[in-house]
């Protein structure tokens, strides 16, 4: 089955040329599109001169955000190659050739799985997917000094299970068979950044495509915190809340009386996060 690989680059071409360096002669990866999302710095200059029949920059005349941006090269490999199944990466993933030869057995051995990630290794912990936003989780996730325990009600714990269906598998690295990211019309353009992931799991469950987790595969997520370096905390914290009430109003069935507390939740500790700056 051949794999293509898009790389989605905002002003990080150190870790995206590590990333194009480290899998450009892997011999299960056929395709590599590289999106430059209008960065503001060299990348564009830097990343050029390792452009080859293999590898494949293309640079986005807007930044529209990371949806779009992996959209860019989705649609790409969709209309100009015979790709079966794409990777999703974040330029800071340390990936082994074993390990993309495994998700793409999975995908020859098991019809049924639509989308595919292995765990992912960051910051000391470990993601295997997590389950969709509740109520509960969200208004947690409101609250300041509280919300980094909203992904602990959601996440799932470790399992002997090989293949384990999940809701929501992790965004900074995943595989999915082409033709089934087509039919839900890739990712959903409308945020900007963050909640691309549920959306995701929303759009692919309508469709009925359902996304594993290889617990036996692992890949490592250096957060190279390019996101952190370019957006301010407040306006990170306004764009992420933005895109939640996008995901609540457009995907969950929320009541106006549990869409009201989010709100008021949300405006309470921007309040807050405000105070602690000015202080």
């Not at 590599?32 to 960065?39: F, G, L, W, Y």
Request: hydrophobic share 35%; with cysteine.
């Amino acid at each position: 089955m051949k794999t293509g690989i898009v790389i989605l680059n905002y002003n990080d071409s150190e870790n995206t040329i590590k990333m194009i360096n480290q899998i450009k002669d892997y011999k299960n990866i056929s395709k590599i599109v590289i999106v430059d999302n209008k960065s503001s710095d060299d990348s564009v200059e830097r990343i050029k001169p390792l452009t080859n029949k293999k590898i494949v920059l293309i640079e986005a005349k807007n930044n529209k955000g990371y949806a779009n941006g992996n959209n860019i090269g989705l649609k790409y490999l969709s209309n100009d190659t015979d790709i079966e199944l794409v990777i999703i990466s974040n330029p800071d993933i340390l990936v082994e050739e074993s390990v993309i030869d495994e998700l793409i057995k999975d995908f020859k051995k098991h019809p049924e799985i639509s989308f595919l990630g292995p765990k992912i290794l960051e910051r000391g912990s470990i993601s295997r997917g997590w389950r969709h936003p509740t109520f509960l989780s969200e208004l947690v996730s409101n609250i300041n000094y509280f919300s980094k325990y909203e992904k602990r009600l959601l996440r799932y714990e470790q399992t002997d299970e090989h293949l384990r269906k999940v809701d929501v598998i992790h965004g900074c690295f995943f595989m999915a068979r082409l033709k089934d990211f087509e039919d839900i019309n890739f990712f959903d353009p409308n945020t900007f950044l963050y909640y691309e992931e549920n959306i995701l799991a929303k759009k692919r469950e309508k469709k009925g495509f359902n996304a594993y987790v290889d617990n036996y595969l692992s890949v490592t997520h250096a957060l190279s915190q390019s996101v952190d370096k370019s957006l301010k905390k407040i306006k990170k914290y306004k764009i992420l809340k933005n895109s939640m009430f996008y995901y609540e109003h457009q995907y969950c069935e929320r009541n106006i009386i549990e869409r009201f507390i989010l709100k008021l939740s949300y405006i309470l500790s921007l309040g807050i996060l405000y105070l602690t700056f000015w202080i």
